[in-house]
Protein backbone atom coordinates (compact mmCIF):
# COMPACT_ATOMS: atom_id res chain seq x y z
CA UNK A 1 0.00 0.00 0.00
CA UNK A 2 0.96 3.55 -0.81
CA UNK A 3 2.12 5.76 2.62
CA UNK A 4 -1.05 7.61 3.62
CA UNK A 5 0.53 10.70 4.60
CA UNK A 6 1.97 11.37 0.76
CA UNK A 7 -1.72 10.52 -0.70
CA UNK A 8 -3.03 13.48 1.62
CA UNK A 9 -0.32 16.00 -0.35
CA UNK A 10 -1.22 15.35 -3.70
CA UNK A 11 -2.20 18.14 -5.72
CA UNK A 12 -1.27 17.64 -9.16
CA UNK A 13 -2.59 14.06 -10.95
CA UNK A 14 -0.83 13.82 -14.60
CA UNK A 15 -2.40 11.00 -16.97
CA UNK A 16 -1.35 9.09 -19.67
CA UNK A 17 -4.29 8.89 -22.19
CA UNK A 18 -4.30 5.54 -24.70
CA UNK A 19 -4.03 2.13 -22.70
CA UNK A 20 -3.99 4.38 -19.34
CA UNK A 21 -7.08 6.53 -18.79
CA UNK A 22 -9.30 5.82 -21.89
CA UNK A 23 -10.36 2.03 -22.40
CA UNK A 24 -10.20 0.60 -25.95
CA UNK A 25 -12.96 2.45 -27.25
CA UNK A 26 -11.63 5.57 -26.23
CA UNK A 27 -13.74 6.41 -23.06
CA UNK A 28 -12.89 7.20 -19.55
CA UNK A 29 -14.64 5.30 -16.81
CA UNK A 30 -17.34 6.53 -14.73
CA UNK A 31 -15.72 6.22 -11.85
CA UNK A 32 -12.93 8.19 -12.85
CA UNK A 33 -14.90 10.65 -13.77
CA UNK A 34 -16.92 10.90 -10.20
CA UNK A 35 -13.62 10.71 -8.66
CA UNK A 36 -11.48 13.76 -10.49
CA UNK A 37 -15.12 15.70 -9.69
CA UNK A 38 -14.60 14.91 -5.74
CA UNK A 39 -10.82 15.39 -5.82
CA UNK A 40 -10.98 18.87 -7.73
CA UNK A 41 -12.90 20.21 -4.64
CA UNK A 42 -10.65 19.12 -2.42
CA UNK A 43 -8.07 21.35 -4.51
CA UNK A 44 -6.38 18.12 -6.86
CA UNK A 45 -5.41 19.64 -9.83
CA UNK A 46 -5.25 17.10 -13.36
CA UNK A 47 -3.66 17.38 -16.47
CA UNK A 48 -2.78 14.91 -19.22
CA UNK A 49 1.16 13.92 -20.77
CA UNK A 50 0.32 12.35 -24.23
CA UNK A 51 1.90 11.75 -27.69
CA UNK A 52 -1.25 12.81 -29.44
CA UNK A 53 -1.61 16.61 -30.71
CA UNK A 54 -3.52 19.28 -28.45
CA UNK A 55 -6.76 19.05 -30.20
CA UNK A 56 -7.06 15.90 -29.86
CA UNK A 57 -7.20 15.63 -26.48
CA UNK A 58 -9.69 18.81 -25.34
CA UNK A 59 -12.61 16.39 -25.84
CA UNK A 60 -11.55 14.59 -22.98
CA UNK A 61 -10.23 17.72 -21.02
CA UNK A 62 -13.87 18.81 -21.12
CA UNK A 63 -14.87 15.78 -19.97
CA UNK A 64 -13.58 16.34 -16.87
CA UNK A 65 -13.30 19.95 -17.05
CA UNK A 66 -10.37 20.26 -16.38
CA UNK A 67 -8.54 23.87 -15.76
CA UNK A 68 -4.88 22.88 -16.31
CA UNK A 69 -2.51 23.37 -18.93
CA UNK A 70 -2.22 20.17 -20.78
CA UNK A 71 1.05 18.12 -21.67
CA UNK A 72 0.82 17.34 -25.55
CA UNK A 73 3.42 15.61 -28.52
CA UNK A 74 5.12 14.03 -25.43
CA UNK A 75 6.25 17.12 -24.60
CA UNK A 76 6.99 18.82 -27.41
CA UNK A 77 4.21 21.55 -26.45
CA UNK A 78 2.40 22.53 -23.21
CA UNK A 79 -0.92 24.54 -23.70
CA UNK A 80 -3.40 26.37 -21.50
CA UNK A 81 -6.78 24.66 -20.84
CA UNK A 82 -9.66 25.83 -21.72
CA UNK A 83 -7.78 28.69 -23.10
CA UNK A 84 -5.28 28.47 -25.57
CA UNK A 85 -2.19 30.40 -24.65
CA UNK A 86 1.44 28.34 -25.16
CA UNK A 87 3.31 27.67 -22.21
CA UNK A 88 5.91 26.43 -23.67
CA UNK A 89 7.06 25.21 -27.64
CA UNK A 90 9.69 23.33 -29.13
CA UNK A 91 10.02 24.00 -32.59
CA UNK A 92 12.76 22.09 -35.00
CA UNK A 93 15.49 23.70 -36.96
CA UNK A 94 14.54 24.41 -40.26
CA UNK A 95 17.67 22.47 -41.61
CA UNK A 96 16.57 19.81 -39.82
CA UNK A 97 13.30 19.56 -41.56
CA UNK A 98 14.67 19.98 -45.00
CA UNK A 99 17.15 17.30 -44.30
CA UNK A 100 14.11 14.95 -43.33
CA UNK A 101 11.87 15.87 -46.27
CA UNK A 102 14.70 15.54 -48.82
CA UNK A 103 15.89 12.04 -47.56
CA UNK A 104 11.97 10.59 -47.37
CA UNK A 105 11.47 11.63 -51.31
CA UNK A 106 14.87 10.16 -51.76
CA UNK A 107 14.11 6.74 -50.38
CA UNK A 108 10.14 6.33 -51.21
CA UNK A 109 8.40 7.16 -47.83
CA UNK A 110 6.23 9.40 -46.23
CA UNK A 111 6.24 12.23 -44.42
CA UNK A 112 4.19 14.56 -42.02
CA UNK A 113 4.64 17.39 -40.30
CA UNK A 114 3.25 18.35 -36.75
CA UNK A 115 2.07 21.22 -35.64
CA UNK A 116 0.43 22.85 -32.91
CA UNK A 117 -3.20 21.98 -34.11
CA UNK A 118 -3.26 19.66 -37.16
CA UNK A 119 -0.54 16.97 -38.89
CA UNK A 120 0.22 18.15 -42.39
CA UNK A 121 0.99 15.99 -45.71
CA UNK A 122 0.72 17.21 -49.61
CA UNK A 123 -0.58 14.85 -52.21
CA UNK A 124 2.43 12.66 -52.50
CA UNK A 125 1.87 11.43 -49.03
CA UNK A 126 -1.84 11.15 -49.02
CA UNK A 127 -1.37 7.53 -47.68
CA UNK A 128 -0.13 9.29 -44.28
CA UNK A 129 -3.88 9.89 -42.61
CA UNK A 130 -3.84 6.41 -43.30
CA UNK A 131 -0.81 5.08 -41.80
CA UNK A 132 -1.00 7.11 -38.76
CA UNK A 133 -4.77 6.38 -38.16
CA UNK A 134 -3.77 5.57 -34.33
CA UNK A 135 -2.52 9.00 -33.53
CA UNK A 136 -6.23 10.32 -33.26
CA UNK A 137 -5.41 13.47 -34.78
CA UNK A 138 -6.31 16.66 -37.34
CA UNK A 139 -5.16 15.94 -40.59
CA UNK A 140 -4.84 18.48 -43.24
CA UNK A 141 -3.30 18.30 -47.09
CA UNK A 142 -1.42 21.01 -48.45
CA UNK A 143 0.30 22.26 -51.51
CA UNK A 144 3.88 22.50 -50.41
CA UNK A 145 5.43 22.07 -46.92
CA UNK A 146 7.74 25.14 -47.93
CA UNK A 147 5.21 27.74 -45.93
CA UNK A 148 4.87 25.43 -43.11
CA UNK A 149 8.82 24.35 -42.21
CA UNK A 150 9.44 26.28 -39.41
CA UNK A 151 6.87 26.15 -37.10
CA UNK A 152 7.07 22.19 -37.16
CA UNK A 153 7.03 20.46 -33.69
CA UNK A 154 7.79 16.93 -34.91
CA UNK A 155 8.51 15.06 -37.95
CA UNK A 156 6.79 11.84 -38.23
CA UNK A 157 8.27 8.96 -41.58
CA UNK A 158 6.49 6.19 -42.61
CA UNK A 159 6.66 3.45 -45.08
CA UNK A 160 7.65 -0.14 -45.17
CA UNK A 161 11.31 0.20 -46.14
CA UNK A 162 12.50 -0.65 -42.50
CA UNK A 163 16.51 -0.03 -43.86
CA UNK A 164 15.71 3.19 -45.57
CA UNK A 165 13.87 4.36 -42.39
CA UNK A 166 16.68 3.46 -40.03
CA UNK A 167 19.24 5.02 -42.42
CA UNK A 168 17.19 8.59 -42.20
CA UNK A 169 17.08 7.75 -38.35
CA UNK A 170 21.13 7.60 -38.44
CA UNK A 171 21.27 11.08 -40.48
CA UNK A 172 19.54 12.74 -37.40
CA UNK A 173 21.42 12.03 -34.99
CA UNK A 174 24.63 12.93 -34.23
CA UNK A 175 27.26 13.39 -35.29
CA UNK A 176 25.25 14.37 -38.29
CA UNK A 177 22.28 16.13 -36.46
CA UNK A 178 22.58 17.69 -32.61
CA UNK A 179 19.94 17.90 -30.15
CA UNK A 180 17.54 16.00 -31.71
CA UNK A 181 15.89 12.35 -30.47
CA UNK A 182 14.52 9.87 -33.06
CA UNK A 183 12.19 7.11 -31.78
CA UNK A 184 11.67 4.50 -34.06
CA UNK A 185 9.18 0.98 -33.54
CA UNK A 186 7.59 -0.78 -36.15
CA UNK A 187 3.41 -0.25 -36.32
CA UNK A 188 0.67 -2.35 -33.83
CA UNK A 189 -1.82 -2.69 -36.36
CA UNK A 190 -0.03 -2.68 -39.66
CA UNK A 191 2.07 -5.53 -40.70
CA UNK A 192 5.29 -4.41 -42.17
CA UNK A 193 4.98 -0.65 -41.17
CA UNK A 194 7.41 1.44 -39.36
CA UNK A 195 7.69 4.81 -38.25
CA UNK A 196 10.42 6.81 -37.34
CA UNK A 197 9.45 9.98 -35.44
CA UNK A 198 11.97 13.10 -34.87
CA UNK A 199 11.71 15.99 -32.19
CA UNK A 200 14.00 18.08 -30.33
CA UNK A 201 15.93 16.26 -27.69
CA UNK A 202 14.39 18.37 -24.37
CA UNK A 203 11.12 17.04 -25.47
CA UNK A 204 9.96 14.28 -23.35
CA UNK A 205 6.48 13.74 -21.07
CA UNK A 206 9.25 14.10 -18.16
CA UNK A 207 10.69 17.48 -19.21
CA UNK A 208 7.10 18.69 -20.07
CA UNK A 209 5.96 18.01 -16.50
CA UNK A 210 9.02 19.71 -15.19
CA UNK A 211 8.37 22.90 -16.83
CA UNK A 212 4.66 22.38 -15.90
CA UNK A 213 5.06 22.00 -12.02
CA UNK A 214 7.68 25.19 -12.42
CA UNK A 215 4.67 27.07 -14.51
CA UNK A 216 2.38 26.17 -11.77
CA UNK A 217 4.10 26.40 -9.00
CA UNK A 218 4.12 22.91 -7.37
CA UNK A 219 6.32 20.70 -6.33
CA UNK A 220 7.28 17.07 -7.68
CA UNK A 221 7.12 15.22 -4.36
CA UNK A 222 3.08 16.62 -4.63
CA UNK A 223 2.73 15.36 -7.81
CA UNK A 224 1.46 11.57 -8.93
CA UNK A 225 2.07 10.41 -12.75
CA UNK A 226 -0.23 7.11 -13.90
CA UNK A 227 0.77 5.70 -17.51
CA UNK A 228 1.41 2.12 -19.41
CA UNK A 229 3.33 2.21 -22.01
CA UNK A 230 6.96 3.37 -22.99
CA UNK A 231 7.08 6.69 -23.45
CA UNK A 232 6.23 7.42 -19.98
CA UNK A 233 9.27 6.22 -18.71
CA UNK A 234 10.74 9.94 -18.46
CA UNK A 235 7.48 10.56 -16.41
CA UNK A 236 8.55 7.52 -14.01
CA UNK A 237 12.00 8.74 -14.08
CA UNK A 238 10.99 12.02 -12.03
CA UNK A 239 10.03 12.01 -8.44
CA UNK A 240 6.49 11.98 -8.57
CA UNK A 241 4.39 9.07 -7.07
CA UNK A 242 4.59 6.52 -9.98
CA UNK A 243 1.50 4.31 -10.63
CA UNK A 244 1.10 1.66 -13.44
CA UNK A 245 -1.99 0.70 -14.35
CA UNK A 246 -2.50 -3.60 -14.70
CA UNK A 247 -2.04 -3.62 -18.25
CA UNK A 248 1.20 -1.43 -18.29
CA UNK A 249 4.31 -2.98 -19.94
CA UNK A 250 7.44 -4.35 -17.78
CA UNK A 251 9.14 -1.11 -18.04
CA UNK A 252 7.01 0.66 -16.41
CA UNK A 253 5.62 -1.57 -13.79
CA UNK A 254 9.32 -1.84 -12.82
CA UNK A 255 9.61 1.81 -12.18
CA UNK A 256 6.22 2.07 -10.55
CA UNK A 257 5.67 2.80 -6.62
CA UNK A 258 2.19 0.74 -7.40
CA UNK A 259 0.50 -1.41 -9.84
CA UNK A 260 -3.46 -1.42 -9.83
CA UNK A 261 -5.18 -4.67 -9.64
CA UNK A 262 -7.35 -3.17 -12.54
CA UNK A 263 -6.94 -2.52 -16.80
CA UNK A 264 -7.65 0.54 -18.38
CA UNK A 265 -10.33 -1.56 -19.47
CA UNK A 266 -11.69 -1.59 -16.06
CA UNK A 267 -11.02 2.11 -15.07
CA UNK A 268 -7.86 1.31 -13.64
CA UNK A 269 -7.62 4.94 -12.96
CA UNK A 270 -10.03 5.13 -10.85
CA UNK A 271 -8.78 2.25 -8.23
CA UNK A 272 -5.59 5.06 -7.49
CA UNK A 273 -7.91 7.91 -7.57
CA UNK A 274 -10.19 6.54 -4.70
CA UNK A 275 -7.11 6.31 -2.63
CA UNK A 276 -6.16 9.42 -2.32
CA UNK A 277 -9.80 10.76 -1.78
CA UNK A 278 -9.67 8.00 0.92
CA UNK A 279 -6.41 9.24 2.51
CA UNK A 280 -7.94 12.84 2.22
CA UNK A 281 -11.11 12.33 3.67
CA UNK A 282 -9.38 10.26 6.04
Not at 19 to 41: D, F, M
Not at 150 to 171: P, Q
Not at 173 to 181: M, S, T
Request: charged fraction near 30%; hydrophobic fraction near 40%; glycine fraction near 4%.
Amino acid sequence: MLDTNRLKKIELVVFDLDGTLLNQYARIGEETIEYVKELKKLGVHFTFATGRLHNSITEYAEILKLQTPLISLDGAIIKSYPGNEIIYESYLKEKYVRRALEMSDKYLLKIALSHHEAIYYTEANSLIPQLMEQYEAKFEVIDSYETIINETLEIVITGDFRDSIKMIEAKMQFPYAFNLKTSFYKSQDQDGVYFLEIRNKNCSKGDGLLKLLKYLKLNINKTAVIGDWYNDRSLFRTKALKIAVANAVDDIKNMADFITKRTNEEDGTAEFLEMILKAKKS
